[in-house]
């Protein structure tokens, strides 16, 4: 069975220093791994992904994310945290076998202090 | 701007009420998604629409009802729903359903209050 496990709930970062979101994964194939962003009151906004090639994927607004198959990890990070960059982040696997879907975590909260 | 639209985005609802949510996507894309997102919980996903056919059915209640018209429109229509299904929905599209690789589109969602 696929899942994805994000270990912390809520992550706490000065503004200005670096920020990592953990993200693991449990797949039966090849994974497809994924980040979105949800700020308050908004749906999911795409971040980034990681299909093939390179194990860091750089995105949107600065963040970019490291795939490690070893660890089965894809934890996303950014140099530099911005307070706007607060918000409820979510890792997520797709396979290419099965029902071909998205598989989420359950969310981790960042805030970013001023 | 997502290129993918909900309406409405607050909905409050009694359990006999019949009223249903709209989604649009202006994206060109093949397949749609409703996905459920309750607190503390992964985001659910209820159904899947690829060229206007259901193509998966998450053991949804019978009170969840979709429809897709056409491959830019999507709507769930909801009667005699309960408390515990007041949640924010969320519609999604990607271009096609069987490519592993795409990236699933959200919109903002609609959050629903039933009482």
């Known amino acids: 069975a696929q899942s994805v496990a994000q270990p912390e709930d809520q992550v706490n970062v000065a503004e200005g220093n670096p920020l990592t979101v953990k993200c693991t994964y449990s797949?039966?194939?090849?994974?497809?791994l994924f980040w979105y962003v949800q700020y308050p009151n908004r749906g999911l906004q795409f971040l980034l992904k990681?299909?093939?090639?390179?194990?860091l994927v750089k995105g949107s607004y600065g963040f970019e994310a490291e795939f490690n198959k070893s660890q089965t990890s894809f934890h996303l990070k950014k140099p530099s945290a911005l307070v706007s960059d607060s918000a409820l982040y979510f890792c997520?696997?797709?396979?290419?076998?099965?029902?071909?879907?998205?598989?989420f975590g359950t969310g981790t909260r960042l805030t970013v202090i001023p | 701007e997502t290129g993918v639209t909900q309406t409405p985005r607050h909905l409050v609802m009694g359990m006999t009420n019949k009223k249903s949510l709209k989604c649009e996507q202006h994206?060109?894309?093949?397949?749609m998604y409703w996905y459920k997102q309750s607190a503390k919980k992964p985001l659910e996903l209820m159904f899947v629409?690829?060229?206007?056919?259901?193509?998966e059915n998450n053991s949804v209640p019978s009170r969840f009802s979709p429809e897709c018209p056409n491959s830019s429109h999507l709507f769930l229509h909801l009667h005699t729903l309960q408390p515990e299904d007041s949640a924010l929905y969320l519609c999604?599209?990607?271009?096609?359903?069987?490519?592993?690789?795409?990236?699933?589109?959200f919109g903002e969602g609609s959050w629903l209050t039933v009482v």
């Open positions: 999604a599209s990607s271009q096609d359903r069987k490519r592993t690789g795409n990236t699933i589109y």
């Open positions: 797949v039966s194939g090849n994974p497809y």
């Open positions: 990681y299909i093939t090639g390179d194990n």
């Open positions: 997520a696997v797709r396979v290419l076998t099965g029902a071909n879907n998205l598989f």
């Open positions: 994206l060109g894309h093949n397949a």
């Open positions: 629409y690829s060229l206007e056919e259901r193509v």
